[in-house]
């Protein structure tokens, strides 16, 4: 994940898995982290992503955490990477 800008810092952060319906998120199955500068940060999934086996995609959602909320525009994404292994 590459942030452009982070206004909050660190910037804490929160990644879902959508549920099998691919409309909502599956609050069951989450990562949390915190980037503390701008730039590419590693974000790694792998122990939520194996919810969506089967499923014939792979949807996540990236959100701030609850200490950021109501804090206005915060942070920016501008680029993702994925790296799969199998």
């Known amino acids: ?4 800008s982070l206004e909050v810092l660190p ?3 929160v990644v879902y898995v959508y549920q099998s319906d ?3 998120i599956n609050t069951g ?3 949390e982290g915190s980037s503390a500068t ?3 940060t590693t974000i790694d999934v792998t122990s939520i992503i194996h919810q969506l086996d089967g499923q014939g995609f792979m949807k996540v959602r990236l959100i701030s ?3 950021n909320r109501n804090k206005g525009t915060i ?3 501008s680029e993702m990477e994925w790296n799969l292994t199998i």
């Open 29 to 31: 199955y989450y990562v």
């Open 11 to 13: 910037y804490d952060w």
């Open 38 to 40: 701008t730039g590419w």
């Open 22 to 24: 691919a409309n909502n």
């Open 1 to 4: 994940m590459y942030f452009s």
């Open 65 to 67: 955490s609850m200490s």
């Open 75 to 77: 942070a920016s994404v």
